[in-house]
């Protein structure tokens, strides 16, 4: 099960006897990995295609709360999504199969119609684990993916 890192710090804290109150630990975190966002080339019409063609989320291995949607606000991109899920937020690491249906239940969809895109084929490959389909960037290049989702 995920833990946030939000809370190991605060566990580190406590074992060096320094109390924290829990909202400033986790805004403190969350500041630590305060870095400008680039969004690629190409990501914002692999959105769109992908929502011209139904719901779309996104599935993060993120332990740190808030990290996702902040990265997703500041790449302009936030509010192109019905579900940001996050391992954090569902408990599990992809590739493990209960992240992906966690996004599936986030969609209100059968988790064997997803299609995922992602660029590490171990992580993202595990979408197979409940029957729906990788779109790697490894594989293919972001500005195909529109192409690649007609395949779908």
Not at 29 to 38: G, I, M, R, S
Request: charged share 20%.
């Amino acid at each position: 099960m995920e833990r946030s890192l939000s809370a190991h710090v605060a566990d580190a804290l406590e074992s060096r006897g320094v109390e924290a109150p829990s909202d400033t630990v986790r805004a403190a975190t969350l500041a630590a990995f305060e870095t400008p966002v680039q969004r690629r080339p190409g990501a914002a019409a692999a959105v769109e295609a992908a929502a011209e063609r139904g719901p779309v989320a996104v599935l993060s291995n993120c332990s740190v709360p808030g990290l996702a949607e902040r990265a997703l606000s500041q790449a302009g991109l936030a509010d192109r999504f019905d579900a940001v899920v996050t391992s954090v937020g569902c408990g599990w690491r992809k590739p493990h199969a209960n992240a992906f249906q966690a996004v599936a239940d986030a969609l209100d969809a059968p988790p064997e119609t997803l299609v995922h895109i992602g660029d590490d084929p171990e992580a993202d490959g595990g979408i197979t684990a409940v029957g729906g389909r990788a779109v790697l960037l490894t594989e293919t290049p972001l500005q195909a993916v529109p192409a690649a989702l007609d395949d779908a």
